[in-house]
């Protein structure tokens, strides 16, 4: 792809001309009709241009991922998360003494999208970017960090050839970074569901539905981020049932089980029975010890439970956020505390992480 400089250029400034314009404290409104531009490398001219970007990926409406790469360099690119304060990332942060460092932010804000901060004061703005324009001496080009203050935090690191992880699996990516941060996140997760998280997001089978574990871990509540992992489990739902079946019948190695799963449901119209598909999973071998141990110690805190199964349980919290019910048939599930919800996300992250790790070529 090929980016106009000048096109590029306005469409950055352009946000802010318009909160300026609106605000009605410039004098003189012609000055919002001036040229003004980055301050550029001569590399980072030819990046601005020729840089291929990928999809970006939303996490939330204003919170937003994506990949650039240049000359055979990719980078990872992060906007919305609150300032990285502690830089203990994996990845390197490209910085300004990087020749492509404005380009790269550039080509961020305006192929991304990247909105402006809330707290925007139009004075300021006039001030650092409309009284300064070609055409007044010394005027060399905007600095990029004075254009960056005004918009919402921007991340931009380098993803090194040697780090395990490749510019299009993006969604890992941000998963790692999340995790680099915990004290951004709404919900308190302990250390060790935080440790497990970047273990999953680190060396996870291909398999597993990454953007239902960034949506647990960016969750504002537990009943949501919870969903969001069991839906990776309601996923395996016909593997148990149907994978006894696909060993007795002795497939050809072309006709895969996801193969058969396919047709069953598809040709048969059948769905693997949910509550039994929930206790085939947690009574399997496959299923870590830990996983049960957890769920276990969760549910003895609760005297509703007495005498439940641990997979009529588990399954009757999904049921209950999902279901409307009434009062008497309801598992209340409101007096469960943040260290017992932690709990529970990561066991269901323990038997995501098994499950997958197992059926990986199943799955994929």
Known sequence: MSRQKIKTHNAVFQPLIKVVKKSGELENEKLLDENRYIKLTPSGEDCLKIAKVSEPYLVSPRVKAASISFQENYYFIVAG???????????????????????????AIYEFKIPLINSLQSLIIIDEIIHNYMGIDDYDGHDIDTVKQFFIPIELYEIESSYPLKAEQLIKLVGLRLCKQPNSLVLPFSTDTIELFWEVFSEGSSAIPYDNLVQCCYSVSWKHAFLELYLCVERLYPIPVLNELYTKMRFPNSFSLLDLVRNVEEILGWKAPEESSVKKILIDAITPQEAITLLENVKKTSPQTSGTSIHKWFYSIRNNIVHF??????LDISDISNENWDKIIRATLLIIEAWYKNYEQTLS
């Open 325 to 330: 019910r009434l009062p008497t048939q309801q």
């Open 81 to 107: 998360l609150d300032n990285f304060s502690d830089n203990t990332f994996d990845l390197p942060v490209v910085g300004e003494a990087n020749p492509l460092y404005a380009a790269l932010l550039e080509i």
